[in-house]
């Protein structure tokens, strides 16, 4: 297994000046792998670990605010347009009750479901503390917890790892966060759904799979022998741990994506977008705390 830990930031970030929200794009500089003008062939809008409530702040998650950093995003979304944009999952934190946490639910994904593109809802495991899955699909109006879709010529999966060992699902604070899995039936449609698709693949999945600590999924192992032997997966995004973190593994990158609940101000926002180019490289571009990347083909 080899770590990247020395991350490439390119300087791309969203500042605001006189209480107004500016976008700036520093000039890439030496060692970009992309022409000026090679077009990508899709992009894709990402943030994870919203985890929005209306209470008070806990620790460094500060569960209001999710709604204005939102708001910056949606501003750097509509200027970028992406084609698809993926929120990697715990899209709300836990609430008392089913009505209050349904509350929760409907006012962020408002919010969501105004930014450009499809959208799509990768479940973590807050996202099924208090509700089921079946009324958190049902209120954000997705039809299955793991599918995947076709864009601009790559192929896109969504996993669900909020099973328990014993291949229950999460719901209702019926689970250990610390025992995600994916069980066998989902495992099986991974494995046949990229040998059909034979594209080059992202996976996005809301506890890692790149790690085999408390963050990582018990079955991590055989679902990355699933991903290497297919041979067109490129990346992994993943959220969970709220931190910026980079692995590769086999030819793989997993990446985790820096949670947007963490730390006040808009300063401790972290959001980003990913462009698919026609070679296969990636460029994923970082705003506020959301570390830059750029990937080879």
């Known amino acids: 297994m080899a770590q990247v830990s020395d991350f490439q930031t390119l300087g791309r970030r969203a500042f605001l000046q006189n209480g107004s929200l500016l976008l700036t794009a520093a000039t890439l500089g030496t060692g970009n792998l992309f022409a000026a003008e090679e077009r990508p062939q899709t992009r894709i809008g990402l943030l994870t670990d919203l985890h929005y409530a209306d209470k008070a702040p806990g620790g460094s998650r500060h569960y209001r605010e999710t709604l ?9 979304f509509q200027q970028d347009q992406p084609a698809h944009v993926v929120e990697l999952g715990d899209f709300i934190d ?8 349904k509350r929760y639910l409907r006012r962020i994904n408002k919010a969501f479901a105004a ?5 799509h809802y990768v479940l973590g495991n807050h996202c099924v503390d208090t509700l089921t899955k079946e009324e958190f699909l049902g209120e954000v109006g997705q039809k299955r917890s793991y599918y995947s879709f076709d864009a601009g010529g790559f192929h896109f999966v969504i996993l669900d790892a909020c099973f328990r060992s014993d291949g229950i699902s999460y719901g209702r604070r019926n689970f250990q966060w610390t025992d995600p899995n994916i069980p ?9 759904d990229l040998k059909a698709s034979g594209r080059q693949t992202i996976v996005f999945v809301h506890q890692r799979l790149d790690v085999s600590n408390s963050y990582g999924i018990k079955n991590a192992a055989e679902v990355r022998k699933v991903l290497e032997d297919s041979g067109n997966v490129l990346a992994v995004f993943q959220g969970h741990s709220h931190k910026n973190d980079l692995k590769e593994i086999n030819g793989i990158h997993y990446c985790v994506h820096r949670a947007m609940v963490e730390g006040s101000g808009a300063e401790n926002n ?8 026609a070679d296969g490289s990636i460029r994923v571009t970082g ?3 959301q570390q830059d990347y750029e990937w080879p083909s």
């Open 287 to 289: 705003f506020r705390e």
């Open 270 to 277: 972290g959001y980003s977008t990913m462009d698919l180019f």
């Open 115 to 119: 930014l450009p593109g499809q959208k």
């Open 68 to 76: 204005a950093k939102l708001e910056e995003a949606a501003v750097r």
């Open 94 to 101: 836990a609430a008392d009750s089913v009505e209050v946490e």
């Open 184 to 192: 066998s039936n989902e495992v099986e449609w991974l494995a046949e």
